[in-house]
């Protein structure tokens, strides 16, 4: 069974920074890109990030690659966002996504439950 855990929100001040988790099971990790999304309330969810299987050339949306980071470690099969300089517009949920090919060779999406991250004024 596929899974995606994110972990690593809270509420933080202005300024402040946090590093999300996104742990996974259940399928190749290591050739999978990851996805890193967010929801404001009442809004369609937002592409925040993507990294590739081996880490290279990320996708960041404009407004957030000079205060965001994305990395993975593939032997713990987790994907990381990092957050700094966090304004309280970026208060949201964060998820995580993987497109990922099953046996029968169609590809599925799949979600993480999400992460709530606060940032107070």
């Known amino acids: 069974q596929v899974h995606l855990v994110e972990s690593g929100g809270g509420l933080v001040q202005s300024g402040g920074s946090l590093r999300l988790s996104c742990a996974t099971s259940g399928f190749t990790f290591s050739t999978s890109p990851i996805s890193w999304y967010r929801q404001f309330p009442g809004e369609e969810r937002e592409l925040v990030a993507v990294?590739?299987?081996?880490?290279?050339?990320?996708y960041f949306l404009d407004s957030l690659k000079d205060r965001f980071t994305v990395s993975r470690d593939n032997e713990k099969n987790t994907a990381y966002l990092h957050m700094n300089g966090l304004k309280p517009e970026d208060t949201a949920v964060y998820f995580c996504?993987?497109?990922?090919?099953?046996?029968?060779?169609?590809?599925?999406?799949?979600w993480g439950q999400g992460t709530e991250v606060t940032v107070s004024a």
């Open positions: 996504y993987a497109k990922i090919q099953m046996q029968t060779g169609r590809w599925y999406d799949f």
């Open positions: 990294i590739s299987g081996g880490g290279t050339s990320p």
